[in-house]
């Protein structure tokens, strides 16, 4: 029961994330160097890709049904990602300025404040570029989709050696 309930949370955190990742897409594709977006998801938080890709990876965690892996993968994002989002963050900067300085005050880094949501009534997307961005939005699916894989082979017993960690 408790490796069902920790597959299921995978599952769910897998799909809260490729979905946030598939809606921050949407408003920074092929906006990212020439227009500071700060409405939809990035009104909520500076840095939503990042978040949404934390929930994917505590769920691919959590989708091994262990609770080994979900516990390395928060340890490791939290060590990797202040330093890409300390960067991105300095980039924006000298990018955009007292516009980013404005926007930092008023918006969260990482967790989001939903409070803050503000969302345009239109909003021009770039099609072809949103396009890409959605594959970069599902690995975490196809990741669930190859834990499953090897541990169905695992389970006939031929592959019993193989991935061990797992």
């Not at 500071?36 to 965690?61: A, D, E």
């Not at 196809?142 to 193989?162: D, K, N, R, S, Y």
Request: charged share 15%; net charge neutral; glycine share 6%.
């Amino acid at each position: 029961m408790l490796t069902f309930l920790l597959f299921f949370i995978g599952i769910i955190f897998v799909a809260i994330a490729s979905l946030g990742r598939m809606w921050c897409s949407l408003y920074i594709a092929g906006y990212k160097d020439n227009k500071l977006i700060t409405k939809g998801p990035y009104s909520i938080c500076r840095n939503p890709l990042y978040f949404f890709s934390m929930i994917g990876v505590v769920g691919i965690g959590c989708a091994t049904e262990t609770f080994t892996f979900p516990i390395a993968f928060i340890v490791l994002f939290a060590v990797y990602y202040p330093f890409v989002i300390k960067s991105e963050e300095r980039r924006l900067k000298q990018h955009f300025g007292d516009e980013f300085e404005e926007y930092t005050k008023k918006v969260p880094s990482f967790f989001p404040r939903f409070s803050a949501f503000e969302e345009p009534e239109n909003y021009v997307v770039n099609p072809i570029v949103y396009r890409k961005h959605i594959f970069s939005a599902l690995w975490f699916i196809w990741i669930i989709g190859i834990l499953e894989v090897i541990e169905g082979l695992q389970e006939t017993g031929l592959f019993a050696h193989l991935f061990l960690f797992y």
